[in-house]
């Protein structure tokens, strides 16, 4: 059973640093049409999106779901409520990330083949996302 | 035409056959990029929090080193980093002041932020440049990928109807190709997912390149470094024919005329090797 809490340090700060209050989401779940990347997910976008209406912050730093969103941009695209998820999920990330787990991973983590072929692009990117 | 020109990072290593392409095409168009100095990395990706001012030095940096001339960038994320990071700059007074503050410059968000596509759109003109063809890519079935960092979000980057551009089709019609469109031209490709979760990257790959091929493609184009790397080294070894990724340079130059030739996956693959 899920027990809303209602109170959520995350989503507090979420609302003002990502100005998307998951409130306004009808859960019409065309986000989850949306993205290329459901398949992976534990959460889908539009669940994540409940998770927060629900304050189930905890749930929702256990998902991979957050891990898996690449910031493609199409879940917001696509949202008939202008709500821009990629922002949430940033959030989650970066709570995570600040005050949780620490970096989700580094440098060291490559392996020499990566190393060699990976672009520039996707290193930086790959670092910024999974980094403080 | 004058433009400051921001490489980016990718564009000096891996990617530098579109830079090159793209450079040769810009001198034989008279469109003069003149490349800024001490530039540095935008940061890949715009951070999505308001609180990461410290992601955005450097794009703003950027952004001020331009002094008001339009900026011109060929790598898509780049691109993507700098307009948001000037639409930050405009919206949000609070943020301005204390980026720079920090890092001493002025800067209000004024002078245009541009993707190559767009000067060659917008100021050249597509009807400009079919004078310029020398080596029309006759009969070569072309499929354009999109992606996601030149459309979305589409209120900020203003550079095509996100869920049905035409840009890259118009070009490849002025280049003589013949355009081939394909239904997933503007999903995603898995970006750095191929770094951490390579299978995801692996799906979305999958179904970018069956639906470019079901829809007759020989080969695709892409502005992003990113995007190419994940076409062509996260696909699936499916027996079939391979379908070539370009830079949209690349076949800008080769139907001018230009030296520079394509390299395609291959010629890719040997400059990682020489790197």
Known sequence: MIIATGKSSLIDEMKVQSGQNPAECYQCAKCSAACPVTAAMDLLPHQVIRYLQLGLEEDLLKSKTPWICASCFTCAARCPRDLDLARMMEGIRLSMLRRREGNKFGPADLTPEQLEKLPQQALVSGFRKYNK | ?275
Request: include cysteine; hydrophobic fraction near 40%.
């Open chain 2, 1 to 275: 035409m004058r433009y400051r020109y921001f490489p980016g990072c990718t564009l000096k290593g891996q990617a530098k056959s579109m830079e090159d392409t793209a450079m040769a095409a810009a001198a034989a168009l008279g469109i003069e990029l003149i490349e800024l100095d001490e530039w540095q990395c935008c940061g890949a990706v715009y951070p999505l929090y308001e609180d990461e001012l410290i992601s955005l030095l450097s794009p703003v940096r950027t952004l001020a080193a331009a002094a008001g001339e339009p900026l011109v960038s060929l790598c898509s994320a780049c691109h993507h980093v700098l307009k948001r990071a000037q639409e930050l700059m405009q919206r949000n007074q609070d943020a301005r002041h204390k980026v720079t503050d920090f890092l001493e410059v002025e800067y209000s968000g004024e002078g245009r932020v541009l993707h190559f596509l767009e000067v060659l759109r917008d100021d050249l003109g597509f009807d400009k440049l079919t004078e310029m063809i020398k080596k029309p890519l006759e009969g070569r079935k072309v499929a354009a990928y999109y992606g996601c960092l030149l459309l979305r979000p589409s209120k900020v980057m203003q550079f095509d109807d996100p869920e049905n551009p035409t840009i890259m089709e118009d070009l490849l019609k002025t280049l003589g190709a013949e355009v081939v469109k394909s239904p997933y031209r503007t999903e995603c490709c898995g970006a750095y997912l191929s770094v951490t979760e390579e299978g995801v990257a692996s799906d979305t790959v999958a179904r970018i390149i069956d639906s470019a091929r079901q829809a007759g493609a020989e080969a695709l184009i892409t502005a992003c470094p990113l995007c190419r790397y994940n076409l062509e080294n996260c696909s699936r070894e499916d027996g079939k024919e391979p379908i070539k990724v370009y830079y949209f340079s690349e076949l800008l130059a080769e139907a001018m005329g230009l030296p520079g030739e394509s390299t395609g996956a291959d010629g890719s693959k040997e400059e990682v090797a020489q790197r």
